[in-house]
């Protein structure tokens, strides 16, 4: 029996004898304080992923908002920002402002001695941008003692109910809600089209997701809209930045064609980032993130192949 297979072993067994607690957001994690065994030469920062953005008024409501509020709330940690658009970096840098990749500032951090990291991404769904980041986590890790990477803001099913409260939180009900988003163009817009679910699993039919470049598309989120009877419509934009996207594509193309079949429209540009229910979302994923570590699908092979017993979703927790 490895050493890695025993370290498994006493966790699962203590956690069946002294209740430790396993299981978050349901998957299995193990409490690891992140930054609590950093020695005197160590140092630890955090690092917010965020796509980006080159309008400066959401962006200061929005990304910087968010920065704001993960250095206040870890005033002893060092909190540095990347922005993974490489269109959003080139637009910026011709104005003269430089932010790094995710890769670059990994290895600035590593150049300036930070030895214990915390990488937490701004993006909405575990799709395209998560794997990339994913991707340079895993291939730069070896610069640092620890690193660890926090999942996006919908990940868990407990993350989509604390969405919906905050989406459902102020309803007209003469009036029906369509939040748009991005999308993606792989198996990741399924999160959209869970999102729309849940909505009307738990009787909000008058609030609908549709996204710009994915599934649930404009004709969906219609045909939804239509079913509710209702002639107003809140526009509002289901992305962190009220950006191009929003200014653009809901602004300028879904709005008209909604009015043109007789809606009342009204838009309201704002990122949900700007929102200080989304942001406490994220803050407290990292305060989370900061303390668990989340057990691999070997390490809980591992567990069964040694103990016969399989950690269930059900499995208590306390968070």
């Known amino acids: 029996m490895t050493q890695r297979y025993l370290r498994i072993l006493l966790l699962y067994m203590t956690a069946l004898l002294g209740g430790l607690s396993l299981q978050a957001g349901n998957k299995i994690f193990e409490t690891d304080s992140l930054f609590a065994a950093m020695g005197p030469n160590d140092k630890g920062a955090i690092l917010v992923v965020h796509f980006g953005t080159t309008h400066d008024d959401t962006r200061r409501v929005t990304l910087d908002a968010i920065n704001e509020r993960i250095a206040a ?10 922005y993974s658009s490489r269109i959003v970096r080139k637009r910026l840098a011709a104005r003269g402002i430089e932010i790094p990749t995710p890769g670059e500032a990994l ?13 937490v991404s701004t993006t909405i769904v575990d799709g395209v941008e998560m794997e990339s980041l994913s991707y340079e986590v895993a291939h730069l890790q070896q610069l640092f003692k620890k690193i660890r990477l926090v999942t996006p803001l919908l990940f868990y099913e407990s993350d989509y109910k604390d969405l919906v409260s905050i989406m ?20 990741a817009t399924a999160q959209y ?3 729309d ?27 939804r809209l239509r079913a509710t009877g209702l002639k107003r419509v809140s526009l509002q934009p289901l992305m962190i930045v009220a950006g191009e996207h929003a ?19 009204e838009s309201v540009v ?5 929102l200080p229910e989304v942001q406490e979302m994220i803050v407290k994923k990292v305060d989370f993130f900061m303390t668990h570590h989340r057990l691999s699908i070997m390490d809980k092979k591992a567990i069964y192949e040694e103990t016969g017993e399989k950690l269930h ?7």
């Open 247 to 265: 200014k653009e594509d809901m602004l300028q193309e879904w709005q008209p064609r909604l009015e043109a079949l007789g809606y009342q429209v």
């Open 313 to 319: 979703q059900s499995d208590s927790i306390a968070q």
């Open 197 to 223: 679910h849940y909505l009307q699993n738990h009787g909000y039919d008058q609030v609908i997701v549709g996204c710009v470049e994915g599934y649930p598309y404009y004709e969906e989120a219609l045909e």
């Open 168 to 187: 459902t939180a102020h309803l007209d009900p003469e009036v029906a809600y369509l939040w748009v988003g991005h999308g993606t163009y792989d198996s």
């Open 193 to 195: 089209a869970m999102l």
């Open 107 to 119: 290895k600035e951090l590593a150049q300036e001695g930070f030895t214990h990291l915390l990488v």
């Open 73 to 82: 709330a870890h005033p002893d940690l060092e909190v540095r920002q990347a």
């Open 270 to 274: 704002r990122g949900l980032g700007e």
